[in-house]
């Protein structure tokens, strides 16, 4: 068995886990990242597009960005759409001039990788951690498949930033570990198609048929979802009907139908909440998925794991360059804190505008959510506050 020594082992390629190895590589502190899917599954995954205000200057800080600022599209406001008629929410002129940015999870994901490989720190794909030792110990160990054989790497610390089904989170006692879930009744069907958006900024839209969202890549690709009911799967659901669907729902005087084009990437997502806490035990530090999933309605997911990877760095810095515990012993409750408001924010705008079929209670109050939205500014306020820059509270 191969024999290894590092630093800090990362566990998972996401944006988290490559995000955290190259603030530790700037500040030459060892890591290796391990990453049990192939690379070119990581590139292509098609998840979150909105990033804050304060995680592009993350970005930016790592050296990361030169291509985000290219070709990231830069927004100042969202539109809530019900009963068929548009509402702008200044989100700039709201949050003390702040602004949002497009770009697609996967690109920060190439931006990473190619990143880390042009500096020759080590990253290994197809490389599943299988098991996870020593954590309440002098060193922590890992366990790694790998297609040329198994590693046994030690290290002083490991990051598991593996999502929710990963080895990093099944390591912790289940004594030690409190797991809070909620899950919702209905999921997300999305598209990614080739079509210019027949809009500059994301429309969230309340209609009696469900929710649905539009959303941009580029000035060719647009990101459309629609509500469904959790049951369903994608072949109950042709392109024709999806369009079909799309149009119905987002359609306004001023817009009466989306641009469309081929489909090419889709896919069926279901809606919950989770909250694993504590984000440590021992030598293991819990990050990003790992630790939290929120629905997508509030566009927290990439930015709420990179809230945690600034925190986790400089925990991990301030512990292995001047042997200071503070962060590192305060890195779950400063980061719960923020992941509860996240929830809290994600929660708020996910029940404000997924319609419930059979509640009409329910859908009253849903209704009158939105329209305080529109007609209080210290509601809007809130909302363009938490979506602009939640993760730097």
Same mark, same amino acid.
């Given at each position: 068995?191969? /024999?290894?020594?590092?630093?800090?082992?990362? %566990?998972?390629?996401?944006?988290?886990?490559?995000?955290?190895? #190259?603030?530790?590589?700037?500040?030459?502190?060892?890591?290796?990242?391990?990453?049990?899917?192939?690379?070119?599954?990581?590139?292509?995954?098609?998840?979150?597009?909105?990033?804050?205000?304060?995680?592009?200057?993350?970005?930016?800080?790592?050296?990361?960005?030169?291509?985000? &600022?290219?070709?990231?599209?830069?927004?100042?406001?969202?539109?809530?759409?019900?009963?068929?008629?548009?509402?702008?929410?200044? !989100?700039?002129?709201?949050? $003390?001039?702040?602004?949002?940015?497009?770009?697609? #999870?996967? /690109? +920060?994901?190439? $931006?990473?990788?190619?990143?880390?490989?042009?500096?020759?720190?080590?990253?290994?794909?197809?490389?599943?951690?299988?098991? %996870?030792?020593?954590?309440?110990?002098?060193? =922590?160990?890992?366990?790694?498949?790998?297609?040329?054989? $198994?590693?046994?790497?030690? *290290? #002083?610390?490991?990051?598991? *930033?593996?999502?929710?089904?990963?080895?990093?989170?099944?390591?912790?006692?289940?004594?030690?570990?409190?797991?809070?879930?909620?899950?919702?009744?209905?999921?997300?069907?999305?598209?990614?198609?080739?079509?210019?958006?027949?809009?500059?900024?994301?429309? @969230? *839209?309340?209609?009696?048929?469900?929710?649905?969202?539009?959303?941009?890549?580029?000035?060719?690709?647009?990101?459309?979802?629609?509500?469904?009911?959790?049951?369903?799967?994608?072949?109950?659901?042709?392109?024709?009907? %999806?369009? =079909?669907?799309?149009?119905?729902?987002?359609?306004?005087?001023?817009?009466?139908?989306?641009?469309?084009?081929?489909?090419?990437?889709?896919?069926?997502?279901?809606?919950?909440?989770?909250?694993?806490?504590?984000?440590? @035990?021992?030598?293991?530090?819990?990050?990003?998925?790992?630790?939290?999933?929120?629905?997508?309605?509030?566009?927290?997911?990439?930015?709420? =794991?990179?809230?945690?990877?600034?925190?986790?760095?400089?925990?991990?810095?301030?512990?292995?360059?001047?042997?200071?515990?503070?962060?590192?012993?305060? @890195?779950?409750?400063? *980061? !719960?804190?923020? +992941?509860?408001?996240?929830?809290?924010?994600?929660?708020?705008?996910? &029940?404000?505008?997924?319609? !419930?079929?059979?509640? /009409?209670?329910?859908?009253?109050? &849903?209704?009158?959510?939105?329209? &305080?939205?529109?007609?209080?500014? /210290?509601?809007?306020?809130?909302?363009?506050?938490? @979506?602009? $820059?939640?993760?730097? !509270?």
């Amino acid at each position: 068995m191969k /024999e290894l020594r590092t630093q800090v082992a990362i %566990i998972g390629a996401g944006p988290a886990g490559l995000m955290l190895g #190259q603030l530790l590589q700037r500040e030459g502190i060892d890591s290796i990242i391990f990453e049990r899917r192939s690379r070119e599954y990581v590139e292509r995954r098609v998840r979150a597009g909105v990033i804050e205000h304060g995680i592009v200057q993350l970005i930016n800080d790592a050296g990361a960005g030169e291509r985000m &600022q290219r070709e990231g599209l830069v927004h100042h406001g969202i539109e809530l759409r019900f009963d068929n008629v548009s509402h702008r929410i200044a !989100l700039s002129d709201l949050a $003390d001039g702040k602004s949002i940015t497009v770009y697609g #999870q996967a /690109e +920060v994901v190439k $931006d990473l990788v190619g990143l880390r490989y042009g500096s020759g720190a080590p990253l290994y794909f197809d490389a599943e951690v299988t098991a %996870i030792e020593g954590l309440t110990s002098d060193e =922590a160990t890992i366990q790694v498949s790998t297609p040329e054989g $198994d590693v046994r790497v030690s *290290c #002083q610390y490991v990051a598991g *930033c593996d999502g929710t089904f990963g080895v990093a989170s099944r390591s912790i006692p289940t004594s030690e570990l409190r797991r809070h879930e909620r899950t919702y009744p209905y999921s997300w069907l999305g598209i990614l198609a080739e079509a210019a958006p027949a809009t500059e900024e994301l429309i @969230y *839209c309340r209609h009696q048929n469900g929710f649905a969202l539009y959303s941009l890549r580029s000035p060719s690709v647009s990101r459309l979802y629609l509500g469904v009911r959790p049951d369903e799967t994608l072949d109950e659901w042709s392109d024709e009907r %999806i369009w =079909a669907e799309l149009n119905v729902r987002l359609a306004t005087e001023e817009m009466p139908s989306v641009s469309q084009g081929p489909i090419i990437e889709r896919s069926i997502t279901a809606m919950r909440s989770i909250v694993n806490e504590p984000m440590r @035990y021992g030598r293991l530090f819990l990050a990003g998925d790992a630790a939290h999933i929120v629905p997508p309605t509030g566009a927290k997911g990439m930015n709420l =794991a990179l809230g945690d990877v600034r925190e986790l760095f400089s925990a991990l810095v301030a512990k292995i360059t001047h042997n200071d515990d503070r962060l590192i012993d305060s @890195y779950s409750q400063t *980061c !719960l804190e923020r +992941v509860w408001r996240a929830e809290e924010f994600s929660y708020y705008m996910t &029940q404000m505008l997924h319609p !419930l079929f059979d509640d /009409e209670f329910e859908n009253g109050v &849903q209704r009158a959510r939105l329209r &305080q939205a529109i007609t209080s500014r /210290e509601a809007s306020t809130v909302l363009a506050r938490n @979506y602009v $820059d939640l993760n730097s !509270l």
